[in-house]
């Protein structure tokens, strides 16, 4: 696939000011595409590049995709284009090898070589080290780095490939993804989901503990991928003794994480201005998971989205305008 190159329509600039925007995405696989309707919105809405508007985007999993393609640059309908083309592809694969050879097909054909060095905003990627079960998060400057500033290169000198394949691996779906720091060191990852679906805390610690921002100067916008319905499954009616089946377990923990991790935020971070997206469906039709693969279901889903959107209109102008 060729480099995206075109002149954009996004021509508003705004002035410097002492906000600290942040942007953090979810994961949740093919249910990514709930993110890019609510991010299409907002991104019509300032009429700018999402990377000018936003300080820190955090993003694990598929909203690592995400965070990586806005922070280097790409407007959310080419991100779209890439999603349309490549999800379903990693999706219908019916074995993990399978998954896993599509998923880093996707990473290498869309990001190429590029490094954490070419991004053009503060960036995050969540990953999950496999021996060591601690957090592992890609990042492009030095002004974020929490410790080891003196031996910091960006993203640990990976690819950004590697990092976002890292972070989108769901174990058992897809195999671990074993990255080469330029230290030399060979680690083992995993999905960050493990750790951090919902990584609004880290972002918001890299804004206060290494950017030395002020919690009022923060605003905080925290994008997920929607709750909804389980899809009736033909092989749960035959194994009946299983409460549930393996895609439904990894999606709940998910879940669960996503919901504790926003809920400690409120504890330790209440008065910083957050705005989250992320709305519950609950008619049959919407019954979807994260391994999703028809388009039909996924353009609904950003259809969704969008409508998220709205009621939060007035708040989100006040935040970023």
């Given amino acids: 696939m ?35 309707g609510v991010l299409k919105e907002i991104e019509a809405m300032l ?21 990586t393609l806005i922070a280097l640059g790409y407007e959310v309908d080419e991100i779209h284009s890439l999603y349309k083309e490549h999800v379903p592809k990693v999706m219908s694969c019916r074995t993990r090898s399978g998954r896993t050879a599509a998923l880093k097909s996707l990473a290498h054909e869309v990001f190429k070589e590029k490094t954490f060095a070419d991004v053009k905003t503060g960036i995050g990627v969540v990953t999950t080290k496999w021996m060591s079960e601690r957090p592992m998060i890609f990042k492009g400057n030095v002004k974020q780095a929490h410790g080891s500033v003196g031996t910091f290169a960006p993203g640990f000198g990976v690819l950004i490939a590697d990092a976002v394949q890292a972070s989108c691996s769901a174990f058992p779906f897809f195999e671990r993804t074993t990255v080469t720091t330029s230290a030399g060191d060979k680690v083992e990852l995993l999905d960050g989901g493990y750790c951090a679906n919902n990584p609004t805390l880290y972002a918001i610690a890299d804004a206060v503990a290494a950017l030395k921002k002020d919690r009022s100067d923060l605003r905080v916008v925290s994008v997920g991928v929607g709750v909804y319905p389980d899809p009736n499954k033909w092989y749960m009616k035959i194994v009946k003794r299983i409460p549930f089946n393996s895609i439904e377990l990894l999606q709940k923990t998910l879940e669960i994480n996503t919901q504790s991790m926003d809920q400690l935020r409120t504890i330790l971070f209440r008065d910083v201005p957050t705005i989250r997206v992320s709305d ?6 919407m019954a979807t998971d994260l391994m999703e693969h028809n388009l039909d279901k996924l353009n609904v889903l950003r259809q969704r989205g969008r409508e998220s959107f709205a009621p939060r209109e007035d708040q989100l102008k006040e935040f970023l305008m």
């Fill in 2 to 36: 060729q480099e995206i190159q075109k002149i954009s329509t996004l021509t508003t600039e705004y002035p410097s000011d002492s906000r600290c925007r942040i942007l953090s995405l979810d994961g949740g696989g093919a249910k990514g595409f709930y993110t890019l």
């Fill in 280 to 285: 519950t469906f609950e008619r049959p039709e």
């Fill in 47 to 67: 009429n700018c590049p999402l990377y000018k508007r936003f300080d820190i985007i955090f993003g694990t999993s598929t909203g690592a995709i995400i965070a």
